[in-house]
């Protein structure tokens, strides 16, 4: 299984052997432990639930203490489950440790986080609107979105439509990122680009679901 949570550090920069400038995310990944592992005749489904990042016993509800006990763990802030397939849950045990060593420079990952929170944001920053023109009068609309509405038909607002409305804090998922530096002694993973969320944000690193295809785009 290949999986494991970390927090996000910080970007800098590398130079390769060609001396090429390379973008990366420096991510603080594990250590981590197996809180649990769901199987598919028990649960439903196959999954192994994680923890990470060690806090104080008095942060934790009674159920969550009592839980991580179960796996004879102390006090982790987070746990996350990730899905695998029943021979992989079958590889791991409760209590064991996962470090950042499972995966190799030049692998390819996918990295989860949440996306930074932008507050109440209007339809040009949101959805990238042009705006209306400053012609004929108007003085006041150069930001709005215009007309929303059709005529008789259908009469009403159709759903989804691009509107202002809170922007960012979501989940989103960054596919096919290049591992460049793996550091199991500091716990540091570095990927080629940009990842999701702030600083010290929390993020799910697992390999990449499309490796094949992104190695043919990076060719």
Do not use: W
């Amino acid at each position: 299984m290949k999986g494991i949570l970390g927090k996000k550090v910080g970007m800098t920069q590398i130079f390769n052997a060609q001396g090429e400038v390379i973008p990366i995310t420096v991510i603080e990944a594990g250590p981590c432990f197996v809180a649990q592992i769901k199987t598919e005749k028990r649960d439903g489904y196959n999954a192994v639930q994680m923890a990470f990042s060690e806090t104080k016993p008095s942060r934790l509800t009674k159920p969550e203490a009592q839980h991580l006990q179960k796996a004879g763990l102390g006090a982790l802030r987070f746990l996350r489950e990730l899905r695998v397939s029943e021979d992989e849950a079958a590889q791991v045990k409760e209590g064991e440790k996962v470090t950042v060593g499972v995966f190799e420079v030049g692998e390819l990952v996918d990295v989860t986080g949440t996306s930074k929170g932008k507050g109440f944001a209007g339809v040009m920053k949101r959805h990238n609107f042009k705006g209306g023109s400053i012609t004929h009068g108007q003085s006041d609309r150069q930001r709005s979105p215009g007309g929303i509405g059709a005529c008789k038909t259908p009469g009403r607002i159709m759903k989804g439509k691009r509107m202002a409305g809170h922007m960012g804090d979501v989940q989103v998922t960054v596919q096919g990122l290049e591992v460049v530096l793996v550091d199991p002694e500091r716990n540091l993973l570095a990927v080629r680009g940009a990842i999701p969320g702030g600083k010290n944000g929390l993020v799910v690193i697992r390999q990449a679901r499309k490796t094949r295809v992104m190695k043919k785009i990076r060719k």
